[in-house]
């Protein structure tokens, strides 16, 4: 009986591993949409910009906001993440190129305690209008030398939700974050 069993194993795993005429082939599928030109693999639309100097001026002595739109001609969705980078006006002229610092920026400050720049993104639903801001915070606004509160340049990234959930990448490293996005200067 097992030799009969092993017998009929071995003619159905024969018959079954044949190979007989290629069949027909399928119908054609329905044409895909044409996209936008593009290096194949298609990475996530990004944005950015780049402000034009801002000057920080505190009315109560602690801190100071600057609130500006994202420009028009950049497309914002609500679920889009925002990387904000300042200049580094000291490490661009040591390194010969810009040198983007990411926010939030924390600075000790010698016998004056601290300084920091901070972003908020703001997400009107009723407008559907996108803001960034971004604070200078101290302990005492006063004591800031013009090196943080005069013409501050900031870098602004926006990446899909998607990109900042799902990447390898440190987005907290801005040459790293350009490359990968394939960002070039506004």
Not at 122 to 127: E, G, H, L, N, S
Not at 136 to 145: K, M, P, R, V, Y
Request: glycine content about 10%; hydrophobic content about 45%; charged content about 20%.
């Amino acid at each position: 009986m097992k030799k009969i069993f092993t017998l009929l194993l071995v003619l159905a795993a024969i018959s079954i591993s044949c190979e007989g005429d290629q069949g027909p082939p399928g119908p054609e599928g329905i044409p895909g949409l044409d996209g936008a030109p593009g290096e194949d693999g298609g990475l996530l639309l990004a944005a950015n910009f780049i402000t034009d100097p801002i000057d920080f001026v505190s009315t109560n002595g602690l801190d100071a906001a600057i609130d500006f739109p994202i420009p028009d001609n950049i497309n914002v969705e609500e679920g889009d993440v925002p990387f904000v980078f300042i200049l580094d006006p000291i490490a661009s002229q040591a390194n010969g190129a810009d040198v983007w610092e990411p926010l939030p920026r924390v600075f000790s400050l010698a016998g004056a305690g601290f300084t920091q720049y901070r972003n908020n993104f703001i997400f009107d639903q009723a407008t559907g209008i996108f803001d960034i801001e971004i604070i200078l915070e101290a302990d005492d606004f006063t004591q800031l030398g013009i090196e943080f509160t005069d013409d501050q340049v900031f870098r602004v990234i926006i990446t899909p939700g998607e990109f900042a959930q799902n990447t390898d990448i440190d987005v907290t490293n801005f040459n790293e974050l350009s490359k990968a996005l394939h960002l070039v200067t506004p």
